[in-house]
């Protein structure tokens, strides 16, 4: 079936499949289990070619394992074949993950997907470094997948694995030879010539000095060092000029990184208490981060729902704020609403400047959805799409379905709706704005502010149907060993 003939039904079925991948279930597949089973037994081909577009564009692990699994086991050729390509490029412990969830959600693990785990073990080990570098830092996922699957590890991997005792030049060894070393110089030679992993070192080394932590560093990716930079503090990493430049240089690569997630800069820099110049810098990572999933050409605005009980939609809000206007090439309007509309600006584009235009608002109040619409109609101000974050509870006028109307008719616009649902939403806004044919399309947020930047593709396209066909659009991968 081509986009042309689609109905409206199949199209809102296919728009619900993109409004569930905002979902982070914290790595329980069974949270996401569920959509998925029902996507891909209503639409097995529109299924493969979001699980490919996904692979691509989406962020979250959890999603990309269920979307792998339920391919490797699907009734579909092609599925299976695209499912083996994409297991090979998984890390140990979520191909790990994804035979588990074959086993236990889907009740069954195939041949061909027994084959792709076989070939995945097979290729690292005929590539010793590869292989040394897969089982140091997922062993108990590799030991996992040879047992489970009653595959028979070469010798050098069941030297490494199951009896520990690691020939002389394998990375093994060389972990356990850095914990004899003698002097700090001879560990850091070590890390320096083996690039042993930061989490393995460290709980090794003895004495961690400059010239240890200078040595950790180097071996480290900018992922890495975005994740370790608690740990880092406290070891001293930040108070060495010399370190800290090395952090520095690695922050700076983690801009273009394509290992890099959009939003844990943010989380790393709370957990870790960091200065505020290192702040910054993370700030920056994140942008860079979030350009790379595109720009935003249409003028939007973000209206944020401040009313009573609504802090995390003020949270949520900011965080979107953030995302946005550093990949926004048009106007962009926020507004925070009680029963009165708020206009907010930030002095920049970084969180911590939407951070201090965020300071004063405070949850409080009723809720007019539409009184931030009646003000930018008053003002002018045009745009092609509204997001809303909020749990819809429209309770006072000017409500949003009412002010939207007279907002389209006076500014001859016709923008389309995202409601971003936050705490305990309904679907007060959204019927009504269905009822009147309004483009509307929902996200519900549960949590996780690692989902959020799965918002920039879907508010980057000039249409939502544009979206579908880009993604049915997508090939699925074919694989090369038959």
Known sequence: MTIATMNDTERDLRLEMLNSLLTTPHRKLEEVADIHKTIIELDPLFYGRLAAWYGKNGDVRDHKEVFTGNLLSSALTEHRDAGFMMLQDFPPYQVARIVDFMKQHRNKMPRSARTAVRRYLRHREAKPEFFDRAALRGRKAMKHLYATLHIKPNPRADAILFK???????????????????????????????????????????????????????????????????????????DNPDVKALIDEKLEAAKSSKRVSALKGKVAAEAAGLDAETTAKLEQVMDAQVKQKGSIKKPTALL????????????????????????TEADLFVYAFDTMPYPITASGKNLSDWDKAFQHLHAGGGTSIGCSVEAMRLRKQVVEQFILVTDEGDNCAPYFNTAFAAYCKELNVQPNVIIVKVGRASDFVERKLRTEEVQVDTFTFEGDYYSLPNLIPLLSRPSRLELLMEILETPLPVRNDK
Do not use: C, F, H, W
């Open 164 to 238: 520990d005792v690691p020939p002389v030049g394998s990375l093994a060894y060389a972990v356990k030879m850095l914990a004899k070393a003698d002097t700090p110089a001879d560990q850091a030679r070590a890390i320096v010539e083996n690039k042993i992993p930061y989490t393995i070192a460290i709980g090794a080394v003895k004495q961690v000095t400059p010239v240890v932590l200078v040595a950790l560093i180097n071996a480290m990716t900018p992922q890495e060092v975005i994740n370790n930079l608690k740990s880092l503090k406290e070891r001293g990493a930040l």
């Open 304 to 327: 944020v729902d401040k009313s009573g009980s609504m802090d995390l939609a003020l949270e949520v809000g900011k965080q979107i704020a953030a995302l946005i206007s550093g990949v």
